[in-house]
């Protein structure tokens, strides 16, 4: 029997601990990228939509056959997290004391732990959660038209032009 949430894409969004702007260096973003388009070609995920803002990604995502939406956000932050704070030891010590927790299994935190996913059982809905992801970055002025925002699908969807080969139309 397959997996309910294989079926559906599920939208979902990832913030960062307290919502810090450690995303706002493109080379954070760009480790970002570098983590869906890994799971994109590995065949692990489709990645149908992202926006990836100052302080959370949004997606909208779906799970590839053996694999779950947990083992894929699970690798997805765990990859992330490492690539960042490697850079954040070798460039930015300080900030990386942003991010020190008190916790069991890790010195540091910089994902907020359990993001919900939500199924988009339907069209009319996944089409509401595209606008929303894509319509962010200009809801919070860092541009005029969405499809300006470089670090999202939006340019995909409004006039077939991206960078991102991992990006899979419904």
Same mark, same amino acid.
């Given at each position: ?9 599920? &939208? ?7 919502? =810090?702007?450690? %995303?706002?260096?493109? =080379?954070?973003?760009? $480790? %970002? ?5 890994? !799971? ?48 954040? $030891? ?8 942003? &991010? =020190? ?8 935190? &910089?994902? #907020?732990?359990?993001? !919900?996913?939500? !199924? !988009?059982?339907? #069209?009319?809905?996944?089409?509401? =959660? ?19 925002? #470089? ?14 080969? &991992? %990006?899979?139309? %419904?």
């Amino acid at each position: 029997m397959k997996n309910f949430s294989e079926t559906y894409p599920e &939208f979902l969004t990832i913030t960062i601990l307290d919502w =810090k702007n450690l %995303l706002k260096p493109t =080379k954070y973003k760009e $480790i %970002l990228i570098n983590s869906l388009s890994f !799971l994109a070609n590995e065949n692990r995920a489709k990645i149908f939509a992202f926006c990836i803002m100052d302080n959370h990604i949004h997606l909208i995502w779906q799970s590839c056959s053996g694999y779950t939406s947990r083992d894929n956000q699970h690798s997805f932050t765990k990859f992330t997290a490492q690539h960042i704070r490697f850079d954040l $030891i070798a460039n930015h010590p300080s900030v990386l004391n942003h &991010f =020190k927790v008190d916790a069991k299994d890790r010195m540091y935190q &910089f994902w #907020e732990r359990n993001p !919900l996913p939500i !199924l !988009l059982y339907t #069209e009319s809905v996944f089409i509401q =959660k595209l606008n929303y992801v894509h319509e962010n970055p200009v809801k919070a002025g860092m541009c005029t038209r969405a499809e300006e925002y #470089e670090f999202s699908s939006a340019s995909f969807y409004y006039n077939g032009i991206t960078r991102f080969d &991992f %990006l899979t139309h %419904l």
